[in-house]
């Protein structure tokens, strides 16, 4: 029988990273989360670096992709959740390179509005994206805990 490995309380609320037995930790994610039973479910639209007003931001990738988490963030809240209850997310990007380029500044960007809050993620490069100035457009899928009365 394969180790089922372990998880931890590190992804935020009540859901739990989860990692496999003898991988190493992967750095800015989780391998996957574990949700409870008894949570409300958000699934965000794919969101761009756009403001309110439907603008794109200026100033290239990392200012989108920044933009493009703050709105993830703004919906959450809305349904009320944060950004810890966040457990999974999905970046498209039309060039990948920029993504690898900016480590650095992805990471402050990511702290600035995440925190140290680290959900399933996966990246994927595509031939384009709706919005013509769009860098990048990320996807995310949040679990809060259900208020039952």
């Not at 809305?78 to 993504?99: L, S, T």
């Not at 480590?103 to 600035?112: C, I, K, N």
Request: hydrophobic residues 50%.
């Amino acid at each position: 029988m394969a180790s089922q490995g372990s998880s931890s309380p590190d992804v935020g609320g009540t859901a739990r990273a989860i990692q496999p037995a003898g991988w190493p930790r992967p750095r800015g994610y989780s391998n996957g989360v574990l949700v409870p039973a008894g949570h409300d479910m958000v699934f965000t639209a794919g969101m761009v670096g756009w403001d309110v007003h439907e603008r794109i931001v200026p100033g290239g990738f990392v200012p989108q992709f920044e933009q493009a988490l703050a709105n993830i963030v703004a919906v959450v809240r809305a349904a009320g959740g944060g950004p810890e209850h966040i457990v999974r997310m999905v970046a498209f990007v039309v060039d990948k390179r920029e993504y690898l380029d900016a480590q650095e500044s992805l990471g402050a960007a990511w702290r600035r509005v995440i925190g140290r809050h680290f959900p399933a993620m996966a990246l994927v490069q595509v031939a384009g994206l709706v919005e013509a100035d769009a860098r990048v457009e990320i996807e995310a899928v949040a679990a809060i805990p259900a208020k039952r009365e």
